[in-house]
């Protein structure tokens, strides 16, 4: 027995094509969202994983350690409070931060200044997320793990662009802002700075 073969109409491909769109029409702006706001926690938990170094670093070493926000990784590097790029190092990179140290090891006597432990680039793969720190544009670490003079108590990352930021939820699915918070006894803290439930861990102190 043969059977006929029977194709699409012009119809039902229509219609198809039409639900498609209608597909990317809803889900293309929440995964923009989702995007930016992945955007904005890796850069934080970047961040993060800096101070948490330059801290654990001190102790090790039973000596300062500086975290430090800078411009760029070359000779003209300069500190500075918005910028996404961080070094962890024994003395002051400004103007030294493409200076490898001796022998691989910042740690080694006679390593050259400013005796870089770890640097990383926080925009790469952030492109969109900007960060401004208040008190200043390093924290240092003393031998104890606490801060050892006035700097950075705390860093807050947003995207300009994404408009306002906003308590994420399964509702409103907009903008989520992180901050970091750093104490005086050297603990850095990631938070949420719109949640205001008391309850949830990720509030701001």
């Known amino acids: 027995m043969q059977f006929a073969q029977r194709g699409v109409t012009l119809i039902e491909l229509m219609i198809g094509l039409a639900i498609v769109a209608l597909v990317l029409f809803l889900g293309v702006p929440s995964f923009a969202i989702f995007l930016q706001n992945t955007q904005i926690r890796n850069a934080a938990e970047t961040t993060l994983q800096g101070l948490d170094l330059a801290r654990a670093e001190a102790v090790r070493l039973n000596a300062p350690v500086r975290f430090q926000l800078v411009s760029d990784f070359t000779s003209g590097c300069t500190l500075s409070a918005t910028s996404l790029n ?30 870089i432990i770890e640097e990383k680039a926080g925009s790469e793969g952030n492109p969109n997320v900007v960060v401004v720190a208040t008190g200043g544009s390093n924290a240092v670490f003393n031998g104890l793990g606490r801060l050892a003079s006035a700097g950075i108590t705390q860093l807050d990352f947003s995207n300009p662009a994404g408009g ?23 603990q850095a803290k990631m938070c949420d700075p719109k949640v205001t439930d008391t309850t949830d861990p990720r509030i701001c102190d």
């Open 164 to 186: 306002t930021c906003t308590y994420v939820d399964a509702v409103n699915g907009k903008m989520r802002c992180m901050r970091i918070q750093l104490s005086g006894g050297g």
């Open 86 to 115: 961080w070094i962890v190092s024994l003395t002051d990179p400004t103007g030294l931060c493409n200076i490898a140290p001796a022998g691989g090891n910042a740690s080694l006597p006679g390593a050259a200044a400013p005796q």
